[in-house]
């Protein structure tokens, strides 16, 4: 009997489908000699500080450095605390009674280092010692679980995985857990959570807001020159930018009286515009926020869900290219999307026989490949899964499609001693662009006329008349507050700025995160309240501007560190660096930054002392969400944001001493209703609302 486990039981059910396990059991299915369980996901996880008899935040505690570190059952937070998931237990106790019926076992978790992971420190903590092998696939389709099947690897092949995957889950822990800790004692108990990920992104957000703020918008003048030649229409742009109004008008007057121009240099060049490479997940995420509006996350939960249903190939890569052997295949997805109306006339563009095989390339093949379709002709779809799906299936559509050339044009003209200059462009062969029909970048419009203007034959001393003069009065531009999209670039190209060339290089393939966790960081940025949406832009609320200035010199905020440990992870999953030693130079690092926030002088609020209603004993604990007695016998406690709103500290003092706050307003009900009320503590010192009598 062999074992099988999987990262979610909907993979597990696939697999045991194939292998005609089917016999359902209480956390794994069984048959033809199988036993099909699964996770859900990170069932163990590194133990907390009070694991290892560490309890609340102490300065003398730190740095923590765990030796070894514990490993832990998954834990929920609750109100006194981490406690163990008790789902977690339970399928925990299913995994170790599969495997000690059974002589080896099959690692199915997903292809990569946090799947191998998830295996791994299920293994370790249920002391395990049989054999494993790898299933090593990138699609849930019956033919690639059943070619996977059939080139099973030894597990002790991933082992440089595991030990990078080990190396990066150790190091998050000592630099997120010391670091937030020491933030948390500099500021007097608020807590800020920092981390290697989280805090260089909340740096390049209030970095851009900031020299959006403190832009200054200078006022600019230009002229724009109308003509008319062989019935074809155009402009040419002054190349000067005038600042002062009344001299540029008086330009505009010279040469309205001299009413005629020279064309002083033509340059005309062919353009090749290279198809798109396929999708990975990050450039998947941006163009569906830049197109659908859809965050990070949600594309990536979408995705998941298309991968699940097997509609498209495994979601958190970071290529966008294909291995050669692939390549055979990509002729019966194309012969599966020509069943579909929608693409019959894109497909119809395609030169058969002659794809374009960019895409191809061994080498830039990581863990898995490109997003592709599958076989699978989807049914049942939601409308976001659609929209999804057929990004993917449009995208491969142009990466096999030829080169667009295009015929750019510069002409130069003058009017006496002022330079113009007219651009135009015209496209010779559509080539991928065909697939769309979309012949220009420019987002707001689908039509050829956006960017493409096509020009009469202009050569050297020809004369052009001047039919119109406009004063175009404009503004110089902050730069753009971030979208998602424009965050996923600065994320993936964070190392730009780095002049070391080693990690530049590193960083240009990696940046901060990985395709797969991006959509993470920016979720724990939003859910700790550092960054908020407003319309399509991200922007740092006081905390994270706060958070960003305490440590924007410190760092944990450099992106650099980022870079030293892809490159240093990347050697230890070659075996080219013995993790032992990048542990130890983590821990270096993070006594350094320990010390460095640790010696912040951080200006509190001007908060009162006020003693607790209840046993009138001791004075109130005052943090940012909430307010509580710090004697565990008296437990009183008071959650600062009602109905969305959070109690100044001014409300605060007028409740725990007159019983009643001012006059609370813009609160939200569950049903979205705005609600203005009064907050009264009573004499059990429960909260209740009061509404102000109307007259």
Not at 8 to 21: D, H, M, N, S, T
Request: charged share 25%; proline share 4%; glycine share 4%.
């Amino acid at each position: 009997m062999k074992a099988i486990i999987a990262e979610k039981p909907c993979v597990a059910r696939e697999i045991a489908q194939l292998l005609g396990a089917h016999e359902k059991k209480e956390g794994y299915l069984s048959g033809n000699g199988y036993c099909v369980t699964w996770a859900f996901g990170h069932l163990i996880a590194l133990g907390m500080p009070e694991d290892y008899g560490i309890r609340g935040f102490n300065k003398a505690s730190l740095p923590i450095f765990p030796n070894p570190f514990i490993l832990t059952p998954k834990k929920l937070k609750k109100a006194k605390g981490y406690e163990p998931d008790p789902s977690a237990l339970k399928q925990l106790n299913t995994i170790k009674q599969v495997i000690s019926q059974c002589s080896s076992i099959i690692v199915a978790t997903d292809a990569g280092r946090e799947g191998e992971l998830i295996f791994r420190y299920i293994y370790h903590y249920i002391e395990c010692n049989k054999p494993f092998e790898r299933l090593w696939i990138s699609s849930l389709t019956e033919k690639a679980i059943q070619e996977g099947f059939n080139k099973l690897q030894p597990g002790d092949v991933f082992d440089g995985l595991y030990q990078a995957a080990k190396a990066r889950s150790e190091a998050d822990w000592l630099v997120g857990i010391n670091a937030t800790q020491a933030l948390t004692i500099a500021g007097n108990q608020d807590v800020y959570s920092l981390g290697r990920g989280q805090t260089p992104t909340l740096a390049l957000i209030c970095q851009r807001f900031l020299q959006h703020q403190n832009f200054t918008k200078q006022k600019y003048f230009q002229i724009q020159l109308s003509h008319r030649k062989e019935y074809t229409d155009f402009t040419s742009l002054s190349l000067l930018q005038w600042e002062e109004k009344k001299q540029v008008e008086q330009v505009k007057k010279y040469i309205e009286r001299e009413g005629r121009s020279v064309v002083e240099n033509v340059s005309i060049t062919t353009v090749e515009e290279q198809s798109p490479l396929l999708f990975d997940l990050t450039e998947l995420q941006k163009e569906a926020n830049r197109k659908l509006g859809f965050s990070a996350d949600e594309v990536l939960q979408i995705a998941q869900s298309l991968y699940e249903k097997k509609f498209i190939t495994y979601p958190r890569t970071g290529s966008k290219y294909i291995p050669q052997d692939l390549w055979p295949e990509i002729p019966e997805l194309i012969r599966i999307l020509n069943t579909t109306d929608q693409f019959k006339s894109a497909i119809s563009t395609l030169k058969f026989g002659n794809f374009n095989k960019r895409i191809v390339n061994d080498l830039k093949v990581t863990d898995h490949h490109g997003l592709l379709i599958t076989t699978k002709v989807p049914s049942a779809l939601t409308a976001t899964e659609k929209a999804i799906y057929d990004m993917i299936a449009y995208r491969l559509l142009e990466s096999i499609s030829h080169a667009c050339t295009k015929q750019v044009s510069h002409i130069m003209i003058k009017v006496h001693h002022y330079e113009f200059q007219i651009k135009g462009s015209k496209i010779l062969e559509k080539g991928w662009r065909a697939i769309k029909g979309i012949l220009s970048d420019n987002e707001n419009s689908n039509t050829v006329e956006a960017n493409l203007t096509e020009l009469p034959e202009l050569k050297i001393g020809d004369e052009l008349k001047i039919s119109k003069t406009e004063l175009l009065e404009k503004v110089t531009q902050p730069p753009k507050l971030y979208t998602e999209a424009d965050l996923l670039s600065a994320m993936e190209n964070a190392g730009r700025s780095i002049e070391n060339k080693e990690e530049k290089r590193a960083l240009s393939n990696i940046g901060i995160g990985t395709p797969a966790t991006r959509a993470s960081i920016i979720e724990t940025l939003l859910s700790r309240n550092y960054i908020t949406r407003k319309s399509k832009t991200l922007h740092p609320t006081d905390k994270g501007l706060h958070v960003y200035n305490l440590v924007k010199d410190k760092k944990i905020a450099n992106v650099q560190m980022t870079a030293e440990w892809e490159i240093a992870l990347d050697k230890i999953e070659k075996n080219e660096l013995n993790k032992k030693q990048f542990i130890n130079d983590i821990q270096h690092y993070t006594a350094e930054i320990t010390s460095e926030l640790l010696s912040l002088h951080i200006l509190q609020e001007n908060i009162p002392q006020l003693k607790c209603p209840k046993c009138q004993q001791h004075d109130l604990i005052i943090k940012e969400k909430v307010v509580k007695c710090p004697d565990e016998q008296c437990n009183w406690i008071l959650f600062r944001f009602i109905c969305g709103v959070q109690l100044s500290i001014k409300d605060l003092t007028l409740l725990l001493t007159q019983n009643k706050t001012s006059l609370i307003k813009n609160m939200k009900s569950k049903t979205g209703k705005k609600i203005n009320a009064f907050i009264i503590l009573k004499d059990d010192f429960s909260t209740v609302f009061e509404f102000r009598k109307e007259n």
